[in-house]
């Protein structure tokens, strides 16, 4: 999931959130025995448990801000040019001007120094595992929100926004693996676990690629798409960060401010 922490669950219920933790927790025990049948080193002891740790921050932040969240996304609301019809059509087309909105937001915080500062701890594991999708900046919900602003004014209904948001999100968790291969020819049209370990490779020629949540579509048409041709480096190329959450989570903000960030990573 790029990986983005960006709003509230799929459902105000807790089942469905018990279910997608349970159904995530089976998925991720299910890979690692698969990495040690194959002897890969797809996790590290330390690393996946400071992802964890970092899970556990997030559910708090996203408790504490969704209320910011949800007053941006119904102050835009006041603004908006059209008027979208309760609907399957309605949600349909929210979904994809969601997913290319994602898009945007996922390439603005690749590649300008400030949104890199929040999205820089997603980067900075070195290895590739189910566990890596929750590597997400405590501090994100507090401008994630904005970059759906757009969408609001053309009419999305805000309460599609958030279901599109979550279900985009929800998709990205499996993408963060390296049981996988590629997947034919739906590499370059969807997002896929290949194309998405490319956007965490270090190597020069996968740097700022690949930033499409649900579609590759949008990679292609504005020329960010790479398929996995070489042996992906994970991590970010400014080196190691550590294994203290704290650390991971606000090392870019640390480095922003000394004027020491590196916004390719």
């Known amino acids: 999931m790029e990986s983005i922490n960006l709003l509230g669950s799929v459902s105000e219920s807790y089942v469905p959130r018990i279910v997608i933790g349970m159904t995530f927790l089976l998925l991720i025990v299910a890979e690692w025995a698969w990495s040690r049948n194959k002897k890969m080193q797809v996790h590290d002891s330390k690393e996946t448990a400071a992802n964890f740790s970092i899970l556990l921050g997030t559910q708090v932040s996203k408790a504490l801000l969704l209320g910011w969240q949800l007053l941006i996304l119904t102050s835009a609301a006041e603004y908006r040019i059209f008027s979208w019809e309760i609907g399957i059509v309605s949600f349909i087309g929210t979904f994809f001007l969601v ?6 937001q996922h390439r603005i915080m690749h590649e300008t120094k400030l949104f890199w500062a929040f999205h820089l701890v997603h980067h900075s594991g070195q290895k590739m595992n189910l566990t890596t999708s929750f590597r997400l900046n405590w501090l994100s919900p507090l401008v994630g929100s904005l970059f759906y602003i757009p969408a609001v004014i053309l009419g999305a209904p805000s309460e599609y926004i958030l279901v599109a948001l979550s279900l985009n999100l929800v998709f990205q968790f499996f993408l963060h693996t390296e049981s996988i291969g590629k997947l034919g020819y739906l590499e370059g049209i969807i997002n896929t676990p290949s194309a998405h370990r490319v956007h965490h490779g270090s190597n020069p020629e996968y740097l700022d690629k690949n930033y499409g949540g649900l579609l590759m579509i ?7 798409y790479t398929p996995e041709n070489t042996t992906v480096h994970y991590g970010i190329t400014t080196g190691h960060v550590g294994y203290n959450p704290f650390v ?4 870019g903000f640390y480095d922003l401010f000394r004027g020491k960030l ?3 990573g």
């Open 99 to 104: 997913d290319f909105f994602y898009y945007w």
């Open 262 to 264: 590196n916004s390719k």
């Open 218 to 224: 949008w990679d292609r048409l504005f020329g960010s």
């Open 248 to 251: 991971l989570v606000f090392h």
